[in-house]
């Protein structure tokens, strides 16, 4: 291995391997590369575990910009057991729902000089957020590629599908974000839980609608993604004081009390919920 490459494969009994190089006897294992988890928010406790479950490069979503700032440098000097880490420049909107990391640039001209800031410090892209201006999105979206970044995010609320797409979006991160575009009223909040609860509306959705085709045609020619985090969604919508639903249950328990307690936590206020059965139809219909 040279670089993090495999460089040579030894047949067995073939030659022993050099003094500098770990020899791993690998017999009745299969040898992969590793796998890649395309939307994370990167904390201290997760590096172990995606390395002990075989992540060893990660996609963050969104994040304070001390703490990656800090991190990512002693990442590649080898400081810390760490997956390998491309980030996104977050970058949110102002309002009473702004999240609370990356810029909330007040103006045009501050969101512009945060994804400066971002291609300054070589991320991969940035990502807008639910608060967005949706006026601001597409000056945002040509300066970013302008400068070599790639922009993803949240469809800002009072925005849709094919707005963001047509503005310069390369990819739509979660399928509600992409779905909501199908079922909102335009004058509906989704800064609020919201974007999540208006699923329920999802088990309705005609998938074969002008609505839905015109989307997904401009997704198409635009060559636009989607990060759908399907299973996160129905940890959201299906979880419940003091017990892991969906794909959760399997793992919840065995992975120490910090991971148990995330799992088995209410998500969102439990008069929002959407009964399971509901999800169901939603998954089963829409993805």
Do not use: C
């Not at 017999?27 to 479950?53: C, I, K, R």
């Not at 310069?168 to 609860?197: F, M, S």
Request: no cysteine; charged share 20%; glycine share 8%.
């Amino acid at each position: 291995m040279m670089r993090d490459t495999i460089s040579q494969i030894i047949p067995a009994g073939g030659d022993d391997a050099p003094e500098d190089q770990t020899l791993i006897d690998g017999e009745w294992g299969t040898l992969y590369p590793g796998l890649n988890d395309m939307h994370s928010h990167t904390t201290l406790q997760s590096s172990l575990l995606f390395l002990a479950v075989g992540v060893t490069a990660t996609r963050d979503m969104g994040n304070d910009n001390s703490f990656l700032q800090d991190l990512l440098p002693r990442i590649d000097a080898g400081e810390i057991a760490w997956p390998r880490m491309v980030p996104a420049g977050f970058i949110e909107g102002r309002s009473p729902y702004s999240a609370g990391f990356g810029f909330i640039p007040g103006t045009l001209e501050d969101a512009l000089k945060a994804v400066r800031w971002y291609a300054d410090r070589n991320y991969f892209e940035i990502k807008i957020y639910n608060s967005m201006n949706p006026d601001w999105v597409k000056p945002i979206a040509a300066t970013a590629h302008r400068l070599g970044l790639g922009v993803t995010g949240h469809v800002p609320a009072f925005s849709s599908p094919d707005r963001v797409i047509e503005d310069g979006y390369d990819t739509i991160a979660h399928i509600n974000q992409l779905v909501l575009g199908w079922t909102l009223d335009p004058k509906e909040d989704t800064r609020t839980p919201l974007r999540l609860t208006a699923l329920a509306r999802a088990g309705a959705i005609d998938l074969s609608s002008q609505r839905v085709q015109k989307t997904v045609g401009l997704m198409k020619s635009h060559n636009v993604a989607l990060d759908t985090t399907a299973v996160i969604l129905e940890q959201l919508m299906l979880s419940r004081a003091a017990w892991a639903g969906g794909f959760s249950k399997p793992y919840a328990d065995k992975n120490g009390i910090t991971v148990a307690q995330d799992r088995n936590g209410t998500s969102i206020p439990p008069a929002l919920f959407i009964q399971p059965r509901t999800i169901g139809v939603t998954l089963a219909r829409s993805f």
